[in-house]
């Protein structure tokens, strides 16, 4: 494969990749549909470039926590904490033992699943901001279904992640909270915990390669930069549908691979 023969390139391949992803990351969402599958194109084993990835991508999460901190429920805050923490882990510990094969096989269906998620999160969020604009009465959660419903996504985004936050949207408001901001702030919170504890997770057994973490990192970073400044601009619907076509055609191309590879 040219990219390995010739280093340079890996890093222009990764380079672009990265910064894109920020952009779509700023946008709509769906980076690690380039992200990840640049990490596999420079050699990286998949468990370690998803591990790599994960790292790489987090800190632009962390910002977005820090934006939206206002509106966390905090009555919510303990069992959406506790989810994300125990989801987080479980999910990179098991990707951690996953063998380079089964999830060298599984990407495809990663990736499908994430773009169809992608795809849903449309309809569903007009579905929340309907049900947000009418009036409503804060109602008390019950925490422990909410747990149980929350862990499984947590997990997933430990695991893989692309494309599970509008889910934890639609299950806090399937159990009653019905504010838009709190809905948006919850899931960043989630997403940005359960994926600090699979950082921590990958980062203490050693599974990022840090040479080309620091550089997907920065780049990643800039590229949200400039994407925030457009985000506002750019019709939700038309990123939505580039982020899932993205992903759709990424994941033929695995399947493809995987078929090729016997």
């Known amino acids: 494969m040219l990219f390995h023969s010739i280093p340079h390139w890996r890093y222009a391949w990764l380079v672009t990749a990265s910064l894109i992803a920020g952009v ?6 769906g980076g690690s549909f380039l992200s990840f599958p640049a990490m596999l194109g420079v050699g990286v084993l998949p468990v370690q470039a998803n591990a790599t990835n ?16 206002s509106d966390l429920r905090r009555d919510l805050l303990p069992v959406v ?3 994300s923490i125990t989801g987080g882990i479980t999910g990179a510990v098991v990707l951690l033992h ?9 990407v495809p269906w990663l990736l499908l699943i ?10 569903v969020s007009r579905w929340l901001k309907n049900r947000s604009a009418t009036p409503h009465v804060e109602r008390k959660i019950a925490i422990v279904p909410v747990f149980l419903a929350l862990l499984p996504i947590c997990f997933y985004i430990g695991y893989f992640g692309a494309g599970a936050g509008f889910l934890v949207m639609t299950v806090l408001a399937l159990f009653g ?34 040479r080309y973490c620091l550089v997907s990192m920065v780049f990643a970073g800039a590229g949200g930069y400039v994407g925030a400044q457009y985000a506002r601009r750019m019709n ?8 899932v076509v ?17």
């Open 24 to 29: 779509m990351n700023a946008m709509a969402g």
């Open 54 to 69: 994960t790292v790489a991508l987090w800190p632009g999460q962390l910002t977005s926590v820090a934006a939206l901190r």
């Open 81 to 83: 904490v506790v989810a």
């Open 98 to 106: 996953t063998r380079q094969i089964t999830f060298l096989h599984m």
């Open 114 to 123: 994430a773009s169809l998620l992608f795809g849903l999160s449309g309809p």
């Open 177 to 210: 909270v019905e504010e838009m901001h709190a809905l948006n702030s919850m899931k960043v919170l989630a997403a940005c915990l359960s994926n600090l504890c699979a950082v921590l997770t990958f980062i203490l057994s050693g599974a990022v390669v840090w």
């Open 236 to 243: 939700a619907n038309v990123l939505r549908a580039i982020v």
């Open 246 to 262: 993205t992903g759709c055609i990424i994941a033929a191309y695995f399947f493809w691979k995987n078929g090729s590879l016997g």
